[in-house]
Each structure stands twice: as structure tokens, then as C-alpha cells.
T-cell receptor, first 115, second 118 residues
């Protein structure tokens, strides 16, 4: 399958600061990228869907002003957690999707800890 | 909203034995299902998928069974190995949520922690 990377893999920040997480598809052009959040011992929950060059679509209950998504190219999407709080501490995972439903590849995840 | 769920949170299996992980889904419109393996601190890893026009699909040491009548999905792993220890998630989506045929956001089940005992 395709390779998707995330940076950073881990980040610790102070409450009130903003954190940017990058998601890159390294060997294919992703039509769509998805952002998921996973709390400890829980499942992945879809946060938002982003298409290159257009605004992201957020799932119900996800604040678009808090989780800013930018999808500037077919290989890069960024998620910015603004004014992070301890309850935002989680494992953030992106996936990159291609032209068919079968082509969706997950990144390794970013562990965010907000103190 | 509707969601995908699992029957067992933890499954312990002897090395070499077969394991079966189950998943119940409630969205009758779901027509595409995927099983993922997730090791601690890593992203999900694709194992096998199946479309709703099939009831069985086999891969290397894995088989997925789909029973649309009772909305049940299972993953069978043959001859389990220590490296199979992980959390397994089923995931689904449906054509109604599709945006032009490309990849869609997935709804994940709760996960089953598979433990392989030596």
C-alpha cells in the first residue's frame, strides 16, 4: 500500500497553545484526506474530511474553529489544534484516500499531550 | 447515529490456534467493510476488506465472513502467531456517504484486543 507519514509523531504542549500536525502522502496523490481522533482504549472517530483546495467537512460535534484543517496540495494536509486544552490530548491519525473506496491508507498517528 | 460494534473486547488465544473476531453493524446501508489491525502506538493497518455483494473473502491466513441478514461481520485468523497480538477493528461505510466514488471517511467499531498466549 501507499505510504502516509505524520509529523510530529509526538508532541507535548502547554494549555492554550496551538499545535500543527502534518499528514503527507509520500507516493501517491491523495484526492481526499481524513482526520481521526482516538482516545486511550477507544476506537477511531472521524473528525473531518478534507479535499484539496476546498474547505474541510467536519463531523457532528467537531468544532471547525478549534480544529483547523488545511489541504493545500494533493500530498499534504495539516490539522491545527488551536488553544489546546488537556481534554484535547489524544492520538490523531490521518488517512489519505485515492480515487476508489478501496484506496485509503493510514498514517502512523501523532500523540498529543496537553499539559 | 448508527455505529459498528463488537461483541468481545478481549480475546485470548493459544499460539497456533485459530481465532475469530466478531463485529455487529447496525447501518443496513453499509456496503463496504474493512478489518484493521492496530498495534500499540501505531496507525491502523489494513488486513482485508469485503463488499456487500460477497459473503466470504480470503486472504493470507485471514478470512472475512459477512452475513447481511443479521448484519454480522467476522474475521478469522488461522494458526495465530505472536505477531498477531493487537487490537482489531472493523470499519464500514456506504455508497450513500460516498462523494463521487472515491475513498470515504470510515465508521469504526469498538475494537477487540487479541492476545496470543505462548
Amino acid at each position: 500500500g501507499a505510504v502516509v507519514s505524520q509529523h510530529p509523531s509526538r508532541v507535548i504542549c502547554k494549555s492554550g497553545t496551538s499545535v500543527k500536525i502534518e499528514c503527507r502522502s509520500l507516493d501517491f496523490q491523495a484526492t481526499t484526506m481524513f482526520w481521526y481522533r482516538q482516545f486511550p482504549k477507544q476506537s477511531l472517530m472521524l473528525m473531518a474530511t478534507s479535499n484539496e483546495g476546498s474547505k474541510a467537512t467536519y463531523e457532528q460535534g467537531v468544532e471547525k474553529d478549534k480544529f483547523l484543517i488545511n489541504h493545500a496540495s494533493l500530498t499534504l494536509s495539516t490539522l491545527t489544534v488551536t488553544s489546546a486544552h488537556p481534554e484535547d490530548s489524544s492520538f490523531y491519525i490521518c488517512s489519505a484516500g485515492g480515487a476508489s473506496r478501496e484506496t485509503q491508507y493510514f498514517g502512523p498517528g501523532t500523540r498529543l499531550l496537553v499539559l | 447515529g448508527e455505529s459498528v460494534g463488537l461483541h468481545l473486547p478481549t480475546l485470548s488465544v493459544q499460539e497456533g490456534d485459530n481465532s475469530i473476531i466478531n463485529c455487529a453493524y447496525s447501518n443496513s446501508a453499509s456496503d463496504y467493510f474493512i478489518w484493521y489491525k492496530q498495534e500499540s502506538g501505531k496507525g491502523p493497518q489494513f488486513i482485508i476488506d469485503i463488499r456487500s455483494n460477497m459473503d466470504k473473502r480470503q486472504g493470507q491466513r485471514v478470512t472475512v465472513l459477512l452475513n447481511k441478514t443479521v448484519k454480522h461481520l467476522s474475521l478469522q485468523i488461522a494458526a495465530t502467531q505472536p505477531g498477531d497480538s493487537a487490537v482489531y477493528f472493523c470499519a464500514e461505510n456506504n455508497d450513500l456517504a460516498s462523494s463521487g466514488g472515491g475513498a470515504d471517511g470510515l465508521t469504526f467499531g469498538k475494537g477487540t484486543h487479541l492476545i496470543i498466549q505462548p
